[in-house]
């Protein structure tokens, strides 16, 4: 077992061309920079885009996936190509350069070496036309790296086809022949490292779809970037060699086993809000009884009691309310200095009259304005509470449900305020026929009254009026005030019976605007059933990502998450949940807007502040993520990368013979002699070379096949050939 000693990332560009590859790519990308930032520094990935007027050069990461050339030919996009050329080699030129920038290598510590390799990783699927540039592109790259003696160029190619389309074939076919052209002439300085991936694996296996061969390609280029195994494999064998014996090709798998700290912690973060939510917000917690009394009572007290109701319906009215359902009138205006007593009764009826069609009027419009304000303050006052009710933090645990047993109250409450309406005809009636019987008295009362002698009237105006009261204060005085009493008991009467006609129609009203906010209200509570609902959805979904976060996404790359690991994190970055309420609701606005969110909003609410609780677990490795692995466990993982890695690429040695071609066996990571993965390998039938990596979160196990002579690939040549020529017959 041979060993190689650890090393940053060499400066690498990797190139991919055609978009059936990019998103491979991307995930190599996003896995290679999260395990050391600094690499990218030194690392760069680019793609060509054929989508544009222009070809252009752009990073990977800004490629638009799923996008096709439409029914571009080859020699349309050879075409395309050339009238970009200019840019896309600029553009290589600067990539290369920014690579080779002293500053750049100084930051990732690189700034001492005198020689330094160079990698130039080309990714293409041979089937899509877009493999076409390959003809030019690669004397481009060869031409840049004249002056560049540690430089290498690498293909991964694949040529699978998992469909039953012709055309995808036959291009790989011709785009094969082509490269064979290339290799063939004899022109190049730096003969390229070329991978090539089929769908026939070597032995008697295959690759099962399109994502398996992607998952494979993509890892094998995380290999080649780790620990400079692309230069290592690129030294094996010298050009002269590969020439003469015509073997230009490698077959080449990867498995890896990845350990993502970034899921971790997601992972952490969805166990704890899934916990936070079933002890603090499920609908399934039973809430104190105690709070929801309080509250409702604070509201009714504030703003749903009958006498803050009849203070404002009443604003700036004549009548007055008293008490929670009373209401009085004094007919201030009406007046009996210098009225006879026999005007008594007729002054009453004339100012009833003008009350009636002048006032009243005046004063219905006044309540109906006043009832409508009160509508409109009191659905805002009631939305700004129920709004506010479950961000009450001392409603909880339970706090939603909690919420709406506080709608409850404030529904009985309301409904105090409304009332069967009375009869106003009727009321009216009763009244008038009272009133008239009052009226009556008073007229029969003055009529048997002693008059004065009518001499008295017949004496000047300036003596007949004293004398007159004169006479009336002598011989009326117990009369006059039994008519006063009758006279004040009319108007009594009278002011009792606008009273109860406005008491009925304030009824009318409270009645009326309490259906409307108990409609209102019913609102309310729907809106805090969905919160409930959503949050109970959010539990779930919670608990049911956990179990999504912690599968590995391919046998062929693994993921070191399992229970143990994700319970052992769980509670080794775990604060006390003492706290958490008051935070996620006070600080956090876990609950801001509720009305108007939806569950995304919650749950990356709940996420990012659950995640900040695990950030201490960001320099977690990935051995330390297999010490919490059963032990068996962590030698299954490597098991399974073992027997995972098998080359793409299945050549016919029994029709052409193996020539010098030969196998190598590669563990990567980051100190692999104390791997807990290592003793599987150290025990394996085969020979096992370890290259340490600079890599904390990644292990890799990968094998390659050297010096593949072409006889023994002709039957790949041959398919796309035969279905080129039934093309051209059809």
């Given at each position: 077992m041979t060993t190689t000693l650890p090393m940053i990332s060499s400066p690498a560009l990797v190139l991919s061309v055609g978009n059936s590859l990019v998103s491979a790519v991307m995930d190599v990308e996003?896995?290679?920079?999260?395990?050391?930032?600094?690499?990218?520094?030194?690392?760069?990935?680019?793609?060509?885009?054929?989508?544009?007027?222009?070809?252009?050069?752009?990073?990977?990461?800004?490629?638009?996936?799923?996008?096709?050339?439409?029914?571009?030919?080859?020699?349309?996009?050879?075409?395309?190509?050339?009238?970009?050329?200019?840019?896309?080699?600029?553009?290589?030129?600067?990539?290369?350069?920014?690579?080779?920038?002293?500053?750049?290598?100084?930051?990732?510590?690189?700034?001492a070496k005198t020689a330094l390799p160079l990698d130039v990783i080309v990714v293409a699927d041979l089937a899509e036309p877009e493999s076409a540039?390959?003809?030019?592109?690669?004397?481009?790259?060869?031409?840049?790296?004249?002056?560049?003696?540690?430089?290498?160029?690498?293909?991964?190619?694949?040529?699978?086809?998992?469909?039953?389309?012709?055309?995808?074939?036959?291009?790989?076919?011709?785009a094969l022949g082509n490269l064979q052209v290339f290799l063939e002439s004899g022109e190049q300085s730096n003969m390229p490292q070329i991978y090539l991936f089929d769908r026939y694996k070597e032995g008697i296996w295959e690759a099962r779809d399109a994502v398996e061969l992607q998952t494979i390609l993509g890892n094998f280029l995380l290999a080649l970037l780790s620990g400079g195994l692309a230069q290592h494999l690129a030294h094996q064998v010298t050009q002269l060699d590969v020439e003469e014996r015509r073997a230009y090709f490698c077959g080449a798998s990867a498995t890896i086993l990845i350990f993502d700290v970034e899921l971790l912690q997601k992972a952490c973060a969805m166990r704890l809000g899934a916990e936070i939510v079933t002890a603090e917000f499920h609908s399934k917690i039973v809430p104190d009884p105690m709070p929801v009394e309080e509250l409702a009572a604070e509201f009714a007290l504030n703003f749903a009691n009958l006498q803050a109701w009849m203070n404002r319906l009443f604003r700036e009215s004549i009548f007055q309310p008293h008490g929670e359902t009373g209401v009085d009138l004094h007919f201030s205006g009406l007046q009996f200095e210098d009225v006879p007593m026999e005007d008594w009764v007729k002054t009453i009826q004339s100012y009833e009259t003008a009350f009636k069609e002048k006032q009243l009027p005046a004063q219905t419009d006044l309540i109906q304005k006043n009832a409508s304000e009160l509508n409109s303050e009191f659905l805002e006052q009631l939305a700004q509470f129920v709004q506010s009710l479950p961000q009450q933090t001392r409603l909880y645990p339970g706090g939603v449900r909690s919420a709406q047993m506080v709608i409850e109250q404030i529904r009985k409450i309301l409904q105090r305020g409304q009332s069967l309406p009375g009869d106003i005809s009727a009321i009216e009636q009763d009244w008038n026929?009272?009133?008239?019987?009052?009226?009556?008295?008073?007229?029969?009362?003055?009529?048997?009254?002693?008059?004065?002698?009518?001499?008295?009237?017949?004496?000047?105006?300036?003596?007949?009026?004293?004398?007159?009261?004169?006479?009336?204060?002598?011989?009326?005085?117990?009369?006059?005030?039994?008519?006063?009493?009758?006279?004040?008991?009319?108007?009594?009467?009278?002011?009792?019976?606008?009273?109860?006609?406005?008491?009925?129609?304030?009824?009318?009203?409270?009645?009326?605007?309490?259906?409307?906010?108990?409609?209102?209200?019913?609102?309310?509570?729907?809106?805090?059933?969905?919160?409930?609902?959503?949050?109970?959805?959010?539990?779930?979904?919670?608990?049911?990502?956990?179990?999504?976060?912690?599968?590995?996404?391919?046998?062929?790359?693994?993921?070191?998450?399992?229970?143990?690991?994700?319970?052992?994190?769980?509670?080794?970055?775990?604060?006390?949940?003492?706290?958490?309420?008051?935070?996620?609701?006070?600080?956090?606005?876990?609950?801001?807007?509720?009305?108007?969110?939806?569950?995304?909003?919650?749950?990356?609410?709940?996420?990012?502040?659950?995640?900040?609780?695990?950030?201490?677990?960001?320099?977690?490795?990935l051995e330390e993520a297999l010490h919490h692995r059963d032990g068996k466990d962590a030698n299954a993982l490597a098991v399974s990368m073992l027997q995972g890695a098998v080359p793409l690429l299945r050549p016919n040695f029994d029709q052409a013979g193996s020539g010098s071609s030969f196998q190598m066996r590669f563990f990567q990571c980051r100190e692999p002699l104390t791997s807990s993965l290592y003793p599987v390998f150290k025990n394996d039938e085969q020979d096992w070379a370890v290259v340490s990596t600079d890599d904390p979160l990644v292990a890799i196990c990968c094998r390659v096949r050297m010096m593949i002579p072409l006889s023994s690939l002709n039957y790949i040549f041959e398919r796309g050939q035969i279905t080129l020529e039934n093309n051209e017959q059809t």
């Open positions: 996003r896995i290679f920079f999260r395990s050391d930032p600094r690499r990218n520094s030194t690392t760069r990935f680019l793609t060509l885009n054929l989508h544009a007027k222009k070809t252009e050069l752009i990073p990977a990461c800004e490629m638009e996936q799923g996008r096709r050339s439409g029914s571009l030919t080859r020699e349309q996009i050879h075409e395309q190509m050339r009238d970009g050329m200019e840019g896309v080699k600029s553009g290589i030129r600067s990539a290369l350069h920014e690579l080779r920038s002293h500053e750049r290598l100084i930051e990732v510590g690189l700034g540039v390959l003809e030019i592109i690669l004397p481009m790259i060869e031409s840049l790296l004249t002056d560049e003696p540690y430089a290498k160029i690498h293909l991964l190619l694949s040529s699978a086809v998992f469909s039953d389309d012709p055309v995808l074939t036959a291009n790989a076919g011709v026929t009272r009133i008239r019987s009052s009226l009556e008295a008073l007229n029969q009362t003055m009529l048997l009254l002693p008059k004065p002698p009518r001499w008295f009237f017949h004496l000047p105006a300036l003596f007949r009026k004293p004398v007159i009261q004169l006479f009336n204060l002598i011989f009326l005085y117990r009369d006059l005030k039994t008519l006063t009493d009758l006279r004040q008991a009319c108007v009594r009467l009278l002011e009792q019976k606008y009273e109860a006609w406005m008491k009925e129609s304030v009824a009318r009203h409270l009645t009326d605007l309490s259906a409307n906010w108990t409609t209102a209200l019913d609102k309310h509570a729907k809106a805090l059933k969905r919160l409930q609902s959503t949050l109970d959805k959010l539990q779930r979904q919670f608990t049911d990502r956990i179990v999504q976060l912690i599968a590995s996404s391919s046998l062929f790359r693994l993921s070191a998450l399992d229970e143990p690991v994700l319970s052992w994190a769980y509670y080794y970055g775990k604060r006390p949940q003492e706290g958490f309420r008051h935070t996620l609701l006070t600080e956090k606005g876990f609950l801001n807007d509720w009305h108007k969110s939806n569950l995304k909003t919650f749950e990356e609410r709940l996420g990012d502040f659950c995640q900040q609780i695990y950030l201490p677990l960001s320099n977690t490795d």
